[in-house]
């Protein structure tokens, strides 16, 4: 007579088996929670860090362009002035 496929250890095996991966499972979620809250602080910091970073680099590109602004302006009030002067001369 052949041996049973499911025999009454291998089921008592399995149920074993379930109830450790089930705890298993919890602790690795309640391991999840803990590295969450650890881990949003450090995100925190360092998403407010790229704000600064991001704030930093639009002041300069906002530096650079008045600079470049005031180049201009500057060489189009001594154009106006020359040609005043000139209309003024002749």
Do not use: C, H
């Not at 025999?7 to 088996?17: G, R, V």
């Not at 298993?24 to 995100?43: A, C, P």
């Not at 530096?63 to 302006?73: A, F, G, L, V, Y």
């Amino acid at each position: 007579m052949p041996k049973p496929i499911l025999t009454d250890e291998i089921l008592e095996k399995y149920k074993e088996d379930e109830k450790y991966l089930d705890r298993r499972i919890k602790d690795e979620m309640m391991d999840d929670t803990k590295l969450v809250r650890k881990y949003d602080k450090l995100e925190q910091k360092l998403q407010k860090k790229q704000v600064n970073k991001s704030r930093r680099i639009e002041n300069a590109k906002r530096d650079e362009r008045d600079k470049s602004m005031n180049k201009w302006i500057v060489i189009l009030v001594l154009l106006i002035i020359a040609l005043a002067f000139a209309v003024l001369k002749l």
